[in-house]
C-alpha cells in the first residue's frame, strides 16, 4: 500500500492508478451536504487555504469535546455520489486534488478531476473507529454554531489514513463504471449458460 503526502501534487495524482490502494498523511478538512450547497450556491465556504489543504473528506463526524480541545469519536465515511449535483463545481472552485469518501461519483466530478489532476478515493471494508485512529490532531472548526458539529467543516491532520482505493483516477476513469460494464458483458454469458432468454424481463416489484 502507498501512502501519499498531503497536499498531493497533481504529478502524485497522475501517477496513481484505478484501483491502486493507497493511504494518505498530512492535512485534510470535511464537510457533506451543507458544504456543498453554501459554497456552490449561497459563496459561503470556510477560510481555508485550499492550496495547502486539498483534500476534501465526506464526512459527518462524531466528535467529543475534551479539556483540550476535540477529538474524534468516529469517522466513518458518507456516500459522495449524492454530492454529484455539486462535486464538479467544488472541485474546481476550490482546485482540490484529492476526494475522500464512500461509493462513487458521476461523470461530471471524474471529469473535473480529469481537469484539475485529482482523484476519488473511495473506502474499503474498515470502520470509522479504525480511522480515528489514524487522526494524529484537530487544528480547528469552521461554522460550529451555525451547522452543527456533523455538518461543520473540521481541519484534521491524519496519518497513513485508510486504506482507500482509486475510484476515479486523474485520467477521468471511474472503477465502479468499469465494473458495471464488465459485470453487464459477463451476465449475458452466465444468463446464455442458463438457459435464460435474451428478452427475458424480470418481475419488477411494487413496495407501494
Request: charged share 25%; with cysteine; proline share 4%.
Amino acid at each position: 500500500m502507498k501512502n501519499v503526502a498531503l497536499p498531493m501534487s497533481e504529478k502524485t495524482a497522475r501517477k496513481l492508478a484505478l484501483g491502486e490502494i493507497v493511504s494518505v498523511s498530512g492535512l485534510l478538512f470535511t464537510g457533506r451536504s451543507r458544504f456543498h450547497i453554501r459554497a456552490v450556491e449561497e459563496g459561503i465556504y470556510p477560510p481555508i487555504d485550499y492550496e495547502r489543504i486539498n483534500c476534501f473528506f465526506h464526512v459527518g463526524p462524531v466528535m467529543r469535546k475534551t479539556d483540550g480541545g476535540w477529538e474524534v469519536v468516529s469517522c466513518e465515511p458518507t456516500s459522495s455520489i449524492r454530492f454529484e449535483r455539486y462535486g464538479a463545481d467544488v472541485v474546481e472552485k476550490f482546485r482540490l486534488r484529492t476526494l475522500i469518501g464512500k461509493t462513487t461519483m458521476g461523470p461530471r466530478t471524474a471529469a473535473a478531476l480529469k481537469k484539475e489532476g485529482g482523484v476519488y478515493l473511495s473506502k474499503i471494508g474498515l470502520s470509522g473507529n479504525i480511522l480515528r485512529g489514524r487522526i494524529r490532531k484537530v487544528h480547528g472548526v469552521h461554522f460550529l454554531d451555525e451547522l452543527g458539529s456533523a455538518e461543520a467543516t473540521w481541519i484534521y491532520e491524519v496519518e497513513e489514513f485508510g486504506p482507500f482505493f482509486v475510484a476515479i483516477a486523474a485520467d477521468g476513469r471511474n472503477y465502479f463504471e468499469e465494473l458495471a460494464a464488465d459485470a453487464a458483458v459477463a451476465m449475458a454469458d452466465v444468463e446464455k449458460q442458463l438457459g435464460i432468454a435474451p428478452d427475458y424481463a424480470f418481475t419488477e416489484v411494487n413496495a407501494g
